[in-house]
């Protein structure tokens, strides 16, 4: 089965910047839309930016001007590159991919931002 495989994240200090990355470990049809996610402890999970296959994007204010959605280089591979870190952007990550069969999950990432 078809999994999403996500890479990156770590722990950085704040004003930092980390790249999280989001493959599938197989042959799929092709993603029509990427979104991240991330949840924090004690919160619900948010989306934080989406990706289309036309390489349109969107994102939460919170995360405007510092994080970007982009396409990899391999087939239905997205990036996530995040500039300038706070700590508020703790959080794990996760990575969701819709196709014409249905939605994939990452098994997610941490991102921890501290001095």
Do not use: H
């Amino acid at each position: 089965q078809v999994k999403l495989v996500q890479s990156g994240g770590g722990s950085v200090q704040p004003g930092g910047s980390l790249t999280l990355s989001c493959a599938p470990s197989g042959n799929v049809f092709t993603f029509y839309r990427t979104e991240w996610y991330r949840q924090a402890p004690g919160k619900q999970r948010e989306l934080v930016a989406t990706i289309e296959s036309s390489g349109a994007t969107t994102y939460i204010d919170a995360v405007k001007g510092r994080f970007t959605a982009s396409r990899g280089s391999a087939r239905n591979t997205v990036l996530l590159q995040m500039n300038s870190l706070k700590s508020d952007d703790t959080a794990v990550y996760y990575c969701k991919a819709l196709n014409a069969r249905g939605y994939y999950w990452g098994q997610g990432t941490q991102v921890t931002v501290s001095a």
